[in-house]
């Protein structure tokens, strides 16, 4: 050996020391291994680190000088002061912290799955159907599950679920898009309505009496060619695109109207004027893309609709018992 050459500092990483890395160490160790690192750092004593994480003094002994030897580092420096983190210690005690982090992080959404679905839902349906009849529905829903965040986007044309503009739609319609997966939930009934004030002076087949319709998105309805065809244009004397400004133009004696069941027998101020007209029956559908179907949120929604849907189907399809304009108008006699 060369006189002259010096032993390496133990300060002074070898070769070996100066190629670990860190990230190699990640597919040799544990997460018990990093925790007892971990903890040894925080305590610099056995003893303590043992008591801590409610394991033997020996085996803290042996999983550090197990570590050590997989890795060919040395982590700690056994002072009188007690065990110090070497370079190489650092940063596998970094490590275990981003570890630690990652495994409190799961547990927690793990934890919150297990009481109901998490994030965002978004649902696009018509202002009709959200107005009296889905808004409970998607209140009992959120009641359940406080995790989840509802974004209801209201509209008569149905929004690309394929885009991402849209989670679940739920839609009036004999055919849905071929690109949607789903289920019929319903027929839903449709029957001519009245204020209440209104229904109880005059009779709403009278020539002359004024009636509500649909315009624009809403003109091909079934209700409003069927109105058409059978009440003189110049006594259509309110139309609008929107199923829910409708009910609120009928409830505040613009006329009589067409409405869904659903939509009707539950609007305060109205009554029906005549009998469902099977004519106008439509469908009621709830769907998602195929892509998200299995999605836990979606799935969970799509359930708890389904099911309280099935309780409200006599609403759905006219089935209620309703007051007729001449039993109303005698009961407040």
């Not at 982090?101 to 994030?119: C, K, T, Y």
Request: aromatic share 6%.
């Amino acid at each position: 050996m060369d006189a002259s050459a010096k032993p390496a500092s133990p300060s002074q990483p070898d070769q070996a020391a100066a190629r670990w890395d860190v990230g190699a160490a990640v597919n040799q160790l544990s997460w018990d291994d990093l925790r007892i690192i971990k903890a040894l750092s925080e305590s610099g004593n056995r003893a303590a680190t043992a008591k801590k994480l409610g394991i033997n003094v020996s085996t803290v002994s042996r999983r550090v000088a197990q570590v050590e030897k997989t890795l060919g580092v040395a982590l700690f420096d056994h002072r009188r002061s007690g065990y110090q983190l070497t370079v190489e210690g650092e940063e596998l005690r970094a490590l275990g912290e981003r570890v630690e982090l990652d495994i409190v992080s799961v547990a927690r959404r793990v934890s919150r799955a297990a009481q109901g679905p998490l994030g965002k839902l978004r649902i696009t349906t018509s202002d009709s159907l959200l107005l009296y009849f889905l808004t409970p529905i998607i209140a009992d829903f959120k009641a359940a599950n406080d995790g989840m965040t509802i974004e209801v986007l209201v509209g008569n044309q149905t929004l690309s679920l394929a885009r991402d503009e849209s989670d679940i739609a739920i839609r009036a319609t004999r055919k849905p898009a071929d690109s949607l997966v789903g289920r019929r939930l319903a027929t839903i009934a449709w029957a001519a309505y009245g204020s209440r004030n209104r229904v109880r002076q005059e009779d709403p087949y009278a020539a002359g009496q004024a009636w509500v319709s649909y315009a624009s998105a809403l003109a091909n309805l079934k209700a409003a060619a069927y109105l058409e065809c059978r009440v003189a244009p110049e006594d259509v004397s309110y139309r609008t695109d929107s199923v829910a400004a409708a009910s609120a133009a009928i409830v505040a004696g613009l006329g009589f109207g067409f409405l869904p069941c659903m939509l009707g027998d539950s609007t305060p101020g109205l009554v029906r004027v005549g009998p469902v007209v099977p004519e106008l029956n439509d469908e009621l559908w709830l769907l998602t893309h195929q892509d998200i179907r299995k999605s836990w949120r979606v799935k969970a929604f799509m359930a708890f609709c389904a099911a309280a849907v099935a309780e409200q189907k006599a609403l759905l399809e006219g089935q209620r018992p309703f007051a007729t304009a001449l039993e109303d108008s005698e009961a407040s006699t």
